[in-house]
Protein backbone atom coordinates (compact mmCIF):
# COMPACT_ATOMS: atom_id res chain seq x y z
CA UNK A 1 0.00 0.00 0.00
CA UNK A 2 1.22 3.47 -1.00
CA UNK A 3 1.06 5.70 1.85
CA UNK A 4 -1.46 8.92 1.26
CA UNK A 5 0.77 11.49 1.27
CA UNK A 6 -0.04 14.44 -1.06
CA UNK A 7 0.57 17.54 1.32
CA UNK A 8 3.05 19.68 2.25
CA UNK A 9 4.87 18.40 5.66
CA UNK A 10 7.50 20.36 7.76
CA UNK A 11 8.84 18.48 10.77
CA UNK A 12 11.48 19.57 13.31
CA UNK A 13 13.41 16.74 15.37
CA UNK A 14 16.13 17.55 17.64
CA UNK A 15 18.23 15.10 18.68
CA UNK A 16 18.13 12.07 16.71
CA UNK A 17 18.79 8.45 17.25
CA UNK A 18 21.21 7.69 14.19
CA UNK A 19 18.04 7.12 11.67
CA UNK A 20 20.71 7.15 8.74
CA UNK A 21 21.25 3.37 8.74
CA UNK A 22 17.71 3.26 7.57
CA UNK A 23 17.10 6.39 5.71
CA UNK A 24 15.55 6.07 2.06
CA UNK A 25 16.34 8.24 -0.44
CA UNK A 26 19.94 9.50 -2.23
CA UNK A 27 22.09 10.61 0.36
CA UNK A 28 24.55 13.39 0.21
CA UNK A 29 27.04 15.09 2.65
CA UNK A 30 26.72 18.83 1.99
CA UNK A 31 28.51 21.55 3.96
CA UNK A 32 28.82 18.64 6.99
CA UNK A 33 25.44 17.99 7.23
CA UNK A 34 23.84 14.37 5.68
CA UNK A 35 20.92 15.20 3.00
CA UNK A 36 18.68 13.07 1.13
CA UNK A 37 16.35 13.52 -1.09
CA UNK A 38 13.47 11.21 -0.96
CA UNK A 39 11.15 11.29 -4.00
CA UNK A 40 8.77 8.21 -3.64
CA UNK A 41 6.06 8.83 -2.37
CA UNK A 42 5.91 5.50 0.31
CA UNK A 43 9.53 6.02 0.90
CA UNK A 44 8.63 9.72 2.32
CA UNK A 45 6.01 8.20 4.33
CA UNK A 46 8.50 6.01 5.83
CA UNK A 47 11.21 8.69 6.41
CA UNK A 48 8.19 10.66 8.52
CA UNK A 49 7.69 7.80 10.73
CA UNK A 50 11.68 6.72 11.08
CA UNK A 51 12.61 10.63 12.13
CA UNK A 52 9.33 10.79 14.56
CA UNK A 53 10.75 7.25 15.88
CA UNK A 54 13.80 8.64 16.44
CA UNK A 55 13.14 11.51 18.08
CA UNK A 56 14.88 11.85 22.04
CA UNK A 57 14.00 15.25 23.05
CA UNK A 58 11.55 17.01 20.98
CA UNK A 59 9.44 17.05 17.26
CA UNK A 60 7.76 19.96 15.66
CA UNK A 61 5.44 19.56 13.01
CA UNK A 62 3.28 21.18 10.57
CA UNK A 63 1.36 19.86 7.92
CA UNK A 64 -1.25 21.19 5.35
CA UNK A 65 -3.45 18.26 5.54
CA UNK A 66 -3.80 15.79 8.43
CA UNK A 67 -6.76 13.53 7.43
CA UNK A 68 -8.04 10.98 9.86
CA UNK A 69 -7.23 7.85 7.65
CA UNK A 70 -4.92 5.24 7.62
CA UNK A 71 -1.85 6.91 7.05
CA UNK A 72 -2.85 9.59 9.14
CA UNK A 73 -3.45 7.29 12.01
CA UNK A 74 -0.42 6.06 11.58
CA UNK A 75 1.55 9.35 11.86
CA UNK A 76 -0.40 10.19 15.14
CA UNK A 77 0.56 6.82 16.65
CA UNK A 78 4.20 7.38 16.06
CA UNK A 79 3.82 10.72 17.40
CA UNK A 80 1.72 9.36 20.61
CA UNK A 81 4.72 6.45 20.98
CA UNK A 82 7.42 9.23 21.14
CA UNK A 83 4.88 11.38 23.64
CA UNK A 84 5.23 7.92 25.88
CA UNK A 85 9.01 8.04 25.62
CA UNK A 86 9.07 11.60 26.71
CA UNK A 87 9.50 13.52 23.72
CA UNK A 88 7.68 17.04 23.25
CA UNK A 89 5.78 16.85 20.47
CA UNK A 90 4.20 20.34 18.92
CA UNK A 91 1.68 19.93 16.01
CA UNK A 92 -0.05 22.18 14.15
CA UNK A 93 -2.53 21.22 10.96
CA UNK A 94 -3.53 23.98 8.75
CA UNK A 95 -7.46 24.93 9.23
CA UNK A 96 -7.95 25.16 5.30
CA UNK A 97 -5.82 21.94 4.26
CA UNK A 98 -7.14 20.04 7.20
CA UNK A 99 -10.90 21.66 7.65
CA UNK A 100 -12.17 17.86 7.19
CA UNK A 101 -10.11 16.34 10.20
CA UNK A 102 -12.50 16.45 13.14
CA UNK A 103 -10.97 18.14 16.42
CA UNK A 104 -11.83 14.79 18.22
CA UNK A 105 -8.88 13.05 16.32
CA UNK A 106 -6.26 15.02 18.00
CA UNK A 107 -7.86 14.14 21.82
CA UNK A 108 -5.49 11.41 22.20
CA UNK A 109 -2.97 13.37 21.51
CA UNK A 110 -3.77 16.43 23.00
CA UNK A 111 -4.80 13.66 26.44
CA UNK A 112 -1.24 12.26 26.51
CA UNK A 113 0.62 16.10 26.52
CA UNK A 114 0.87 16.99 23.00
CA UNK A 115 0.93 20.46 22.38
CA UNK A 116 -1.47 20.65 19.20
CA UNK A 117 -3.35 23.96 17.45
CA UNK A 118 -4.20 25.31 13.78
CA UNK A 119 -3.30 27.42 11.53
CA UNK A 120 -5.46 29.88 10.81
CA UNK A 121 -9.07 30.44 9.84
CA UNK A 122 -10.50 29.16 7.01
CA UNK A 123 -11.80 32.03 5.52
CA UNK A 124 -10.03 35.31 5.68
CA UNK A 125 -7.37 37.05 3.87
CA UNK A 126 -4.78 35.00 5.47
CA UNK A 127 -5.51 32.00 3.06
CA UNK A 128 -2.99 33.23 0.37
CA UNK A 129 -0.42 32.97 2.92
CA UNK A 130 -0.87 29.05 2.54
CA UNK A 131 1.35 28.32 -0.63
CA UNK A 132 4.91 28.53 -0.79
CA UNK A 133 5.61 28.20 2.48
CA UNK A 134 9.47 27.66 3.81
CA UNK A 135 11.03 26.62 6.39
CA UNK A 136 14.41 27.27 8.47
CA UNK A 137 16.30 25.27 11.70
CA UNK A 138 19.39 26.10 12.17
CA UNK A 139 19.23 25.06 15.52
CA UNK A 140 18.05 21.60 14.94
CA UNK A 141 19.63 17.86 14.32
CA UNK A 142 17.40 17.31 11.42
CA UNK A 143 14.57 19.03 9.20
CA UNK A 144 11.88 17.03 6.80
CA UNK A 145 10.88 19.25 4.48
CA UNK A 146 7.97 17.84 2.27
CA UNK A 147 6.58 19.88 -0.50
CA UNK A 148 4.27 18.20 -3.20
CA UNK A 149 3.20 20.25 -6.18
Known sequence: ????????SYFY??????????MPGQHFHVGGHDLYLVSDPQ???DAVLLLIGGARHSVQMFSYMFRDDDSGRQVMAALLDALE??????L???SFGSADTQDRFFDQFKAAGGRFNRFSSRWNMGYFIRNH????????????SVAIT
Not at 1 to 8: G, R
Not at 13 to 22: E, G, K
Not at 85 to 90: F, R
Request: aromatic share 4%; glycine share 2%; no cysteine.
Open 1 to 8: MVAHIDYA
Open 13 to 22: IMDIRPPTDN
Open 43 to 45: NRF
Open 85 to 90: QGVVVE
Open 92 to 94: MVD
Open 133 to 144: QKSSSPTKKALL
